[in-house]
C-alpha cells in the first residue's frame, strides 16, 4: 500500500499514466503483497488529496482502452517514490501503453493553477497561496510553461 502522496505518484510513475480504476486496482495488489487487508474504496480520499496536492494531476487526455476514463499522471509537486513491492506493480497489472502531450498537459495544470490562485487570492488565503507559489515553481520545471502571471497574483495575497 502507498502510504503518502509522493508513494502514489511512485505507482502511476511506473506505469507512466493510469485511470483511477488502475490506480486503485494496483494499490489493492500492493497492499496484498505487503500483506494489508484493505478496501479498494479506502484509497479515494487519499487519491483525492494527491490531486488537490498536484503529486498527481487528472488529464482531460483519455485513456485507449475504453475512451471514457481520464488518466492520472505524477504531478509537479511530486517526487515519485516506488512503495515497498511497487516494482512488482508491472508484472501483475496489464495496463496498456500510453503516450502523453506533456505539453498540453503542462497546460491544463497551469490552466488548473491559474484558477486557483484566482480563487485563494479573492479569499485571501495565505496559507494556500504559499503552497501554490511552490506549486508554480514546480510546475515550470515540471512542464515546458510560464505561469509567472500566477506567482504575481499569489505574491499580492501575500503582502
Given at each position: 500500500?502507498?502510504?503518502?502522496?509522493?508513494?502514489l505518484?511512485?505507482?502511476?510513475?511506473?506505469?507512466?499514466?493510469?485511470?483511477?480504476?488502475?490506480?486503485?486496482?494496483?494499490?489493492?495488489?500492493?497492499?496484498?503483497?505487503?500483506?494489508?487487508?484493505v478496501?479498494?474504496?479506502?484509497?479515494?480520499?487519499?487519491?483525492?488529496?494527491?490531486?488537490?496536492?498536484?503529486?498527481?494531476?487528472?488529464?482531460?487526455?483519455?485513456?485507449?482502452?475504453?475512451?471514457?476514463?481520464?488518466?492520472?499522471?505524477?504531478?509537479?509537486?511530486?517526487?515519485?517514490?516506488?512503495?515497498?513491492?511497487?516494482?512488482?506493480?508491472?508484472?501483475?497489472?496489464?495496463?496498456?501503453?500510453?503516450?502523453?502531450?506533456?505539453?498540453?498537459?503542462?497546460?491544463?495544470?497551469?490552466?488548473?493553477?491559474?484558477?486557483?490562485?484566482?480563487?485563494?487570492?479573492?479569499?485571501?488565503?495565505?496559507?494556500?497561496?504559499?503552497?501554490?507559489?511552490?506549486?508554480s515553481?514546480?510546475?515550470?520545471?515540471?512542464?515546458?510553461?510560464?505561469?509567472?502571471?500566477?506567482?504575481?497574483?499569489?505574491?499580492?495575497?501575500?503582502?
Open positions: 500500500m502507498a502510504d503518502t502522496t509522493d508513494e505518484a511512485g505507482v502511476v510513475d511506473l506505469f507512466d499514466a493510469l485511470t483511477r480504476d488502475e490506480l486503485e486496482q494496483a494499490l489493492v495488489e500492493l497492499a496484498f503483497k505487503q500483506g494489508k487487508d478496501e479498494r474504496e479506502a484509497f479515494t480520499a487519499e487519491i483525492e488529496r494527491a490531486i488537490a496536492g498536484y503529486h498527481l494531476v487528472e488529464t482531460d487526455q483519455r485513456a485507449w482502452d475504453d475512451g471514457d476514463e481520464s488518466l492520472l499522471v505524477a504531478g509537479p509537486a511530486a517526487f515519485p517514490t516506488v512503495p515497498e513491492n511497487g516494482a512488482d506493480l508491472p508484472h501483475i497489472l496489464d495496463v496498456p501503453d500510453r503516450e502523453l502531450d506533456r505539453e498540453g498537459l503542462g497546460e491544463t495544470v497551469a490552466d488548473r493553477l491559474r484558477e486557483e490562485a484566482r480563487t485563494v487570492a479573492a479569499a485571501g488565503d495565505a496559507d494556500r497561496a504559499r503552497d501554490l507559489l511552490d506549486v515553481y514546480d510546475l515550470e520545471a515540471w512542464a515546458p510553461v510560464e505561469v509567472g502571471d500566477v506567482r504575481e497574483t499569489l505574491d499580492r495575497t501575500l503582502d
